[in-house]
């Protein structure tokens, strides 16, 4: 036997396990001070009264003969897939149902989607941006480039010569800076991918934060995106799903190449390995498009936009220079007179007990860079922005 040595080559540490570390050692340190948490990217309100209650008649059709559920469709229930499939259709995209694959989050998928491709591709991923990405790939051997993301490309890498890769990653809005491609933008990664033979996965696990239209919420609002690309979304941040767990890869049906259609290999790769998400979640996530939850989904979604609001202001203030807390949950800010980021962290721990994550943990551009998140309560926020105004004027 041997193990898969490629396991060495990702880094041991896991970024929000080192934040959790140095907050529990502060604390035991310090049990009287109040710390204010805005670093993991996790939702704080509860799931929709429009869900619960569409959840809680799910339960009941499973204690009856008649209505209870076995196993599920490997794709998803025809009833959600119907209303993800109006709903792109509300932002002009017409997908056909069977496009569209329901799943326990996007992460599962994003890793699990490279299942369909062959070992020998060259990946190309932004630098920085979500850590899964990376790890998934070089788990599997694969070879990774880096788009460099910067302050002078507003954390917004174009193709170039040094993007040349097989699969390339777009994350948009983007985790961890915020940043948002516009439909301009994306039409260029398009071409280039079409042109390239390349294909892009696109995550767009942040699009409901988007509320500027020129930006895009999905990337088949793009012309030439159904030849060369997959899009992965989430109920996580939409609807307040990270514990309930849903989301779902879109594949077009025309991209194929060599005979072999990406599709249908992806419904081959789940009808093998995955055993569909459970009846009562995707009841609730069903009820996210209905009247009521639209509005109320919308409520929570407006909580989450005014704290970033709090924080972009308290940015401005400082003239701290930043990108995100508009279309984003996250504020990706400069740390203050060119300390790392790490050191940043430590600073805002230990004198106004604010956590937050340092952008070196996403990446090598990272450095000198700190996230935010607007997930938090809005004391929280109103609290922590205070602070930092007080801390860094
Ligand atoms: N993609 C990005 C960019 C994320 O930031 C996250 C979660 O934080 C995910 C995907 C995972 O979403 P899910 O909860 O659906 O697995």
Redesign the pocket.
Known sequence: MKFNSHFSEISENYLFAEVADRVAAYSKAHPDKSILKLGI?DVTLPLAPAVIEAMHGAVDDMSRKETFKGYGPYEGYDFLRESIKNYYSSHGVKLAADEIFVSD????D?GNILDVFAKDNVVCVPDPV?P?YVDTNVMAGRKVIFASATESNGFLPMPDGKTDADIIYI?SPN?PTGAAYDKAQLKEWVDYANKKGAVILF?A??ECFISDDNLARSIFQIDGARTCAIE?C???KTAG??GT?C?YTVIPHELKKDGLKANAMWYRRQATKFNGVPYIVQKGAAAVFTEDGRRQIRENLNYYRENAKIIADCMDRLKIWYTGGKNSPYIWLKCPDGVDSWKFFDRLLNDIQVVGTPGAGFGKNGEGFFRLTAFGSREVTNEAASRLEKLLK
């Open positions: 990217g989050g996007a992460k599962s994003l979500y899964v994350c985790n995550d696990a942040y992965f989430s109920f996580s799903f990270t767990r989301g």
